[in-house]
């Protein structure tokens, strides 16, 4: 399509396989979307588009994303409030029609639906660092380090240290909003134990509290991590087959032979599974 609709602290760029989302720097604007800047959404990773009216004299366009498609709002997980929403497009009233016109132009583009088989929108880059409360995250792309604060860290934290995790160790990230009740960013342990059900006993989670570790930069941290996550999946080792105890594989042999003499083998049969039998050794 190639043009561009502006709304409150936004702009969408409608162009031939994506849109570029724009988000604009300036005091009223949520500060996730200041930290973001801006991010490219494939058609592909857009399950669908709706049109609503809005507050105050307002429409809102949003492009709803697939299930798995993004990292930001898979990490989210439904705890973004409605206004830090970076998939809402907020326009006055009076440009309804318009709104509408990109709206249709952008579902004749949607082709696919359902859960995403990998990310499809970018993560936030990486170096990602934030203070929580107990400790400082950092994340360098390869692996995520925890280093606890004296003052807030509990006894069981300063007992085990602080503590570094490579991506090929982790199964998943859980980030709980710091603007709920017990809010805090958990890594999770492939093939690990239960974790402690308290993030603050707990030496793989930072845990949140009043001004540590605000949404617009602790989500971003997550969403790096879990699509670092993703990408390090580990290939499934494959797992010789033990081998086989020499006198067990001649028994075996032999009766194969008792079997071909007596006419219940073919040559051809007989030939083959010998060949596997003594492959074995």
Do not use: N
């Amino acid at each position: 399509m190639g043009d561009v609709l502006a709304g409150f602290h936004a702009a969408w760029e409608f162009e031939s396989d994506s849109v570029l989302i724009r988000y604009e720097r300036g005091m009223r604007t949520p500060k996730l979307f200041q930290a973001l800047g801006e991010r490219r959404v494939p058609f592909e990773a857009i399950e669908r588009v709706t049109l609503t009216p809005g507050r105050r004299g307002t429409v809102v366009l949003r492009a709803e994303p697939r299930p798995g498609a993004d990292p930001l709002m898979e990490a989210a997980a439904g705890q973004l409030k409605e206004s830090c929403d970076p998939y809402r497009l907020v326009l006055p009233a009076e440009r309804e029609t318009l709104a509408e016109y990109y709206a249709d132009e952008l579902r004749a583009r949607l082709t696919e639906s359902g859960p995403a088989e990998r990310h499809l929108v970018a993560a936030p880059g990486t170096p990602r660092q934030f203070k929580a409360y107990d400790g400082k995250a950092s994340f360098d792309g390869t692996s995520v380090s925890f280093r606890w604060f004296w003052t807030g860290a509990s006894s069981a934290k300063w007992k085990a240290g602080d503590q570094r995790f490579p991506v090929g160790e982790l199964s998943g990230v859980e980030w709980r909003s710091p603007e709920v009740f017990e809010g805090h960013l958990r890594l999770l342990h492939r093939d690990a134990a239960a974790p402690p059900a308290q993030p603050d006993q707990d030496p793989a989670a930072v845990v949140f509290g009043l001004g540590y570790g605000p949404v617009h930069e602790s989500l971003p941290f997550a969403a790096a991590v879990l699509a670092a996550v993703r990408t390090s999946e580990p290939v499934p080792a494959v797992v010789a087959a033990p081998r086989r105890d020499p006198a067990d594989i001649a028994d075996r042999i032999r009766h194969l032979g008792e079997l071909h003499q007596a006419g219940l083998v073919t040559d051809e049969e007989f030939s083959v599974k010998k060949a596997e039998l003594l492959a074995e050794l």
